[in-house]
């Protein structure tokens, strides 16, 4: 059925994952002929792609649904993702809701969606979750980014002791490596120029014998293709390989985002981490040898259960002797079922205000030490947009923000710049190096500090 008349919107809690796989719901309605618009915009159909990664994220999509029925109450409203699956009672009881999918199904609700009339009540699936390898046979929808990102994988059989996502996302499985394919080649043809590899934990991939590499490489030789970038990784499933891989690859990008979670041995065994900080150190160091110029972020928690002042330090002092570019700050909250809920020396709520504040405040002045770091180098910027201050922006292959002056439409441009000085907070002006093609040549390149 061609539902040509009616509307979507969508929303996006939580995480890039989440963030990939509304785009490809996005495009499963385009496909059945949905004009989309804006979110908040009027709409026939509002999908709430939802997280429940800490209690204020519940807290965040059920607030989120109340203001969607109170703005559109005869819109269609569709609750999916990880909340739908964990949370799918308390969203029950909120009405108006019409459907709530769960993981298994959520990829598939506009399937569930014949004509988007008002239900009684809400149609509620969220059991159990696939352990196979996927398809999605869909094309992410990224019309408004010049990144794109690309999903190979879900789930974790980690298991670390403060984490939902198990329950949430079911255990560990891959993307077929076809399939894969399959979407970064269309990605390409729409233009896409930097794919962004995203899943729970994409170095568990694995696909009738591929790994992570074997997807990297084989992404590399889609002609159009310039980048690849890797989201977030698990410390101990980086193999030493795919280090090597980055010191010599054109098209991956100098950047690993690897959680290190804490910087106290013991609060790391009690959170079921798998290595120790001398093991993280000693890879971290690896790494910075082997890709001199790489951006190395992490996340970092604070609050976990036993983590007393000594614990904290360590942490502060770790995260600021290595050589991060960035980390994102999490506190610590209890997640039913979890192992972490029946921990002792619980912290208190504004302890771990004033520590997450201390790291992020840390986070921030290494930020700029790196990109400072990065000031006289010649650099490929992939352009996007243009920022407040006028200046055209975009990202390094190591992520650093970089900013220029032009009078042409930069988008999607990779360029040559050269790196000049701090033009604000976590922004670095450029001069464009190689003003290639010929239309950049009456660009003006003066430099904004
Ligand atoms: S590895 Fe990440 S997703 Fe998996 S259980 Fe640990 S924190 Fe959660």
């Given at each position: 059925?061609?539902?040509n008349?009616?509307?979507?919107?969508?929303?996006?809690?939580?995480?890039?994952?989440?963030?990939?796989?509304?785009?490809?719901?996005?495009?499963?309605?385009?496909?059945?002929?949905?004009?989309?618009?804006?979110?908040?915009?009027?709409?026939?159909?509002c999908?709430?792609?939802?997280?429940?990664?800490?209690e204020?994220?519940?807290?965040?999509?059920?607030?989120?649904?109340?203001?969607?029925l109170?703005?559109?109450?005869?819109?269609?409203?569709?609750?999916?993702g990880?909340?739908s699956?964990?949370?799918?009672?308390?969203?029950?009881?909120?009405?108006?809701?019409?459907?709530?999918?769960?993981?298994?199904?959520?990829?598939?609700?506009?399937?569930?969606?014949?004509v988007?009339?008002?239900?009684?009540?809400?149609?509620?699936h969220?059991?159990?979750?696939?352990?196979?390898?996927?398809?999605?046979?869909?094309?992410?929808?990224y019309e408004?980014?010049?990144?794109?990102?690309?999903?190979?994988?879900?789930?974790?059989?980690?298991?670390?002791?403060?984490?939902?996502?198990?329950?949430?996302?079911?255990?560990?499985?891959?993307?077929?490596f076809?399939?894969?394919?399959?979407?970064?080649l269309?990605?390409?043809e729409?233009?896409?120029?930097?794919?962004?590899?995203s899943?729970?934990?994409?170095?568990?991939?694995?696909?009738?014998?591929?790994?992570?590499?074997d997807?990297?490489?084989?992404?590399?030789?889609?002609?159009?293709?310039?980048?690849?970038?890797?989201?977030?990784?698990?410390?101990?499933?980086?193999?030493?390989?795919?280090?090597?891989?980055?010191?010599?690859?054109?098209?991956?990008?100098?950047?690993?985002h690897?959680?290190?979670?804490?910087?106290?041995?013991?609060?790391?065994?009690?959170?079921?981490?798998?290595?120790?900080?001398?093991?993280?150190?000693?890879?971290?160091?690896?790494?910075?040898?082997?890709?001199?110029?790489?951006?190395?972020?992490?996340?970092?928690?604070?609050?976990?259960?036993?983590?007393?002042?000594?614990?904290?330090?360590?942490?502060?002092?770790?995260?600021?002797a290595?050589?991060?570019?960035?980390?994102?700050?999490?506190?610590?909250?209890?997640?039913?079922?979890t192992?972490?809920?029946?921990?002792?020396?619980?912290?208190?709520?504004?302890?771990?205000?004033?520590?997450?504040?201390?790291?992020?405040?840390?986070?921030?002045?290494?930020?700029?030490?790196?990109?400072?770091?990065?000031?006289?180098?010649?650099?490929?910027?992939?352009?996007?947009?243009?920022?407040?201050?006028?200046?055209?922006?975009?990202?390094?292959?190591n992520?650093?923000?970089?900013?220029?002056?032009?009078?042409?439409?930069?988008?999607?441009?990779l360029?040559?710049?050269?790196?000049?000085?701090?033009?604000?907070?976590?922004?670095?002006?450029?001069?464009?190096?190689?003003?290639?093609?010929?239309?950049?040549?009456?660009?003006?390149?003066?430099?904004?500090?």
């Amino acid at each position: 059925m061609n539902n040509n008349n009616y509307r979507a919107s969508f929303y996006t809690l939580g995480c890039r994952l989440n963030q990939a796989e509304t785009s490809l719901i996005c495009n499963t309605f385009k496909e059945k002929g949905y004009a989309i618009v804006n979110f908040g915009a009027a709409t026939d159909v509002c999908v709430i792609n939802t997280c429940t990664v800490t209690e204020q994220a519940d807290a965040k999509c059920r607030q989120l649904v109340r203001q969607v029925l109170k703005k559109s109450p005869d819109a269609f409203v569709a609750v999916v993702g990880c909340y739908s699956q964990m949370g799918a009672e308390a969203l029950r009881r909120i009405n108006g809701i019409d459907l709530i999918l769960g993981t298994e199904d959520k990829m598939r609700v506009a399937e569930f969606i014949d004509v988007p009339h008002k239900l009684p009540q809400a149609l509620v699936h969220n059991g159990r979750i696939s352990r196979e390898a996927f398809t999605i046979s869909s094309v992410g929808n990224y019309e408004n980014a010049t990144r794109a990102n690309l999903k190979v994988q879900d789930g974790c059989d980690f298991m670390c002791t403060f984490c939902v996502i198990p329950f949430a996302r079911g255990r560990s499985r891959s993307r077929a490596f076809w399939d894969i394919q399959r979407e970064a080649l269309a990605l390409v043809e729409r233009g896409h120029k930097e794919l962004v590899l995203s899943g729970v934990n994409i170095g568990t991939y694995e696909f009738e014998g591929k790994r992570l590499l074997d997807v990297i490489k084989m992404l590399e030789s889609i002609d159009g293709l310039e980048r690849i970038r890797i989201s977030s990784i698990e410390p101990t499933t980086i193999p030493e390989a795919l280090v090597n891989h980055m010191a010599e690859s054109e098209k991956l990008c100098n950047h690993f985002h690897i959680p290190l979670q804490h910087g106290d041995d013991a609060v790391l065994k009690n959170m079921r981490r798998f290595y120790s900080i001398n093991e993280y150190v000693d890879f971290l160091e690896y790494v910075q040898k082997r890709v001199p110029d790489v951006c190395l972020g992490t996340d970092v928690m604070v609050g976990f259960p036993g983590e007393d002042e000594q614990a904290f330090e360590n942490t502060r002092r770790l995260l600021d002797a290595l050589p991060f570019a960035y980390f994102h700050v999490f506190s610590f909250s209890e997640r039913g079922g979890t192992p972490a809920v029946r921990m002792a020396d619980k912290v208190e709520h504004k302890i771990k205000k004033l520590r997450s504040e201390t790291l992020r405040v840390l986070s921030s002045e290494k930020k700029q030490r790196f990109f400072t770091a990065q000031l006289g180098k010649r650099m490929r910027v992939l352009m996007e947009e243009r920022n407040a201050s006028g200046l055209y922006q975009g990202f390094t292959d190591n992520y650093v923000r970089v900013a220029v002056e032009s009078e042409s439409d930069l988008d999607n441009c990779l360029l040559d710049v050269t790196l000049l000085g701090m033009a604000e907070k976590h922004v670095v002006s450029g001069r464009i190096y190689n003003r290639q093609p010929a239309e950049y040549m009456r660009d003006s390149v003066t430099v904004s500090v």
